[in-house]
């Protein structure tokens, strides 16, 4: 079964633009969370979408949003990128019966913000 | 704000010995409690889920649960230079849904 993928990998910004990250997630999982991962913060927790609903989100500035669509890829944005913005984007799905906490990263997008 | 604290590390053990990692948390709700491992440059992979009170074992690991104490904590028996990563502890938010809250992470460092 193919795991989660993310597109793109890498991706090079300069401060100002936007940027649009996408997730697909593991066939029949429903739920996809977003994850940024700095050296200094550890992973933390962007948001979580389920069946196209945002039901979770963490303390990020409005400029951070994001979307689910029905077949349950999620794309996440970020407008009037910043310096700090610099990270490892990560997205997580989750969902089978039984296991439904039980969270399968991506690859990540590795963001560099200039 | 619901934190889960761990000792950053690094933690380092020698090859065949027992690796301890601990992580404790604030959220007395939580009834869901994961341990990733996350190698340098890659994504964090699950390797242990446990719900109960007390011990959880897959193979080399042993994942502890104590809930009143709001401590879990990862047993890495036998331990090998390819254990070498960093182990994030993470737990569910009483809140309801999906809401993960990741600990920063133990480095361990296992030497041949």
């Known amino acids: 079964k193919a795991g989660v993928t993310q597109t793109p990998r890498y991706l090079i910004k300069t401060r100002g633009q936007q940027v649009t990250l996408s997730c697909s997630p593991i066939?029949?999982?429903?739920?996809v969370s977003w994850y940024q991962q700095t050296p200094g913060q550890g992973l933390q927790f962007l948001f979580e979408y389920f069946s196209e609903t945002q039901r979770n989100k963490g303390n990020f500035p409005g400029r951070f949003s994001g979307r689910q669509f029905s077949n349950s890829r999620s794309e996440m944005n970020v407008s009037t990128l910043e310096l700090g913005d610099s990270a490892l984007y990560l997205c997580?799905?989750?969902?089978?019966?039984?296991?439904?906490?039980?969270?399968?990263f991506g690859p990540g997008t590795r963001l560099t913000v200039t | 704000q619901k934190e889960v604290e761990q000792n950053s590390g690094p933690l380092s053990v020698p090859e065949g010995a027992i690796a301890s990692l601990n992580c404790t948390y604030s959220d007395r709700g939580s009834q869901s409690f994961f341990w990733y491992r996350q190698y340098s440059g890659k994504s964090p992979e699950l390797i242990m889920s446990?719900?109960?009170?007390g011990d959880k074992e897959d193979g080399r690991f042993t994942a502890q649960l104590n809930k009143a104490s709001q401590y879990v904590s990862l047993l890495i028996r036998d331990s090998q230079p390819s254990d070498s990563a960093t182990y994030l502890c993470a737990v569910i938010d009483s809140g309801g849904y999906q809401k993960v809250t990741f600990g920063i992470g133990t480095k361990l460092q296992v030497i041949p």
């Open positions: 997580a799905s989750s969902g089978l019966a039984g296991t439904a906490y039980e969270q399968y």
């Open positions: 066939s029949g999982h429903r739920s």
């Open positions: 446990i719900y109960s009170n």
